[in-house]
């Protein structure tokens, strides 16, 4: 499966911060199953390579598995290597952008500001990530989407729940990575299902009425 595929699937990025390698599998299974078919390990989580390789196995022909908070490019072969096939960041590396289409990994990295969407977009970021979510708000989404084309995939992350998932879809966002409203530490497999049922069906809802 392919970024675009995915992400028009379904466009949501799960954010599965802490995660450890024994639950990888069974918690990427109830993603999968919920409808889930883009999911980001952070890279600051427990043995978070590990991860990914169970889960890049497991559930790799059916969702594409990737890292977080990657900031060096010796991490974007780290995850090339094990599987990965996807990097977000939490800012805007034109540096670390470039190293990853060289390896052929995809790009999410993390965006405040016009220039930084701009940037991103000119090294070939498939999506941008609006980080932190909770200090650009709606108002600042729709404003950016004034000025941007709708086909850039502009994605709030942070301060992102159910209860606030249709301000930001009707501020014009693209989709959304979704972390501890999804994934906290020590949540079993079937609490993260149920909760990703919830995220699909809130955005199959509002992309219905559209």
């Not at 802490?18 to 990427?28: H, K, L, Q």
């Not at 043995?47 to 390789?53: K, L, V």
């Not at 990965?84 to 965006?111: E, K, Y």
């Amino acid at each position: 499966m392919e970024f675009a595929a995915a992400f028009d699937r379904m466009p949501v990025v799960a954010i599965l911060r802490g995660i450890r390698p024994a639950e990888a599998v069974d918690i990427g299974a109830a993603l999968v199953k919920a409808g889930i078919s883009l999911i980001e390990v952070p890279l600051n989580s427990p043995d978070a390579f590990r991860s990914i390789e169970a889960m890049a196995a497991a559930h790799g022909d059916r969702a594409m598995i990737g890292a977080g908070t990657v900031f060096t490019a010796g991490e974007l072969v780290n995850l090339a290597a094990v599987g990965g096939r996807f990097a977000v960041s939490p800012h805007t590396d034109a540096g670390l952008l470039d190293a990853a289409a060289q390896i052929g990994l995809v790009s999410m990295p993390g965006a405040a500001t016009p220039s930084e969407i701009a940037t991103a977009l000119r090294h070939g970021a498939a999506a941008v990530k609006l980080f932190p979510g909770e200090a650009l708000t709606p108002a600042v989404l729709k404003a950016l989407r004034a000025v941007f084309p709708a086909s850039v995939r502009l994605c709030p992350v942070g301060g992102v729940g159910l209860n606030t998932l249709s301000q930001w879809w009707l501020a014009g966002a693209s989709g959304f990575g979704i972390g501890s409203g999804l994934y906290k530490p020590g949540m079993g497999a079937a609490d993260v299902g149920e909760l990703a049922g919830k995220y699909v069906t809130a955005l199959e809802q509002l992309r219905a009425a559209q």
